[in-house]
């Protein structure tokens, strides 16, 4: 999984798979579901994130594989 913030935009994508999306479905006013071909879902979009998500921190709560730390 994947949390790409874009801040010109103010847009958060989340890319739960690596398998290209096919179609979209908005379920909520600036939220937008990806799904695969399979209709799997595999991304997030959310438009205005700031406003709806808090994007000051990232807490990994329970995850059942090793994580791999990126820095910037």
Known sequence: MKL???K???SLYI???AKPGAESKEISEGIVLDFDAEG???GIDI???SQKV?????????IPAEIE????
């Not at 808090?54 to 329970?62: N, Q, T």
């Not at 730390?69 to 910037?72: F, M």
Request: charged share 35%; net charge negative; aromatic share 8%.
């Open 4 to 6: 790409n913030y874009y």
């Open 54 to 62: 808090d994007l000051k921190e990232i807490r990994l709560s329970k």
């Open 47 to 49: 438009d205005n994130a």
């Open 15 to 17: 890319d739960l798979s």
């Open 69 to 72: 730390r990126l820095t910037a």
């Open 40 to 42: 799997n879902i595999v």
């Open 8 to 10: 010109d935009t103010d």
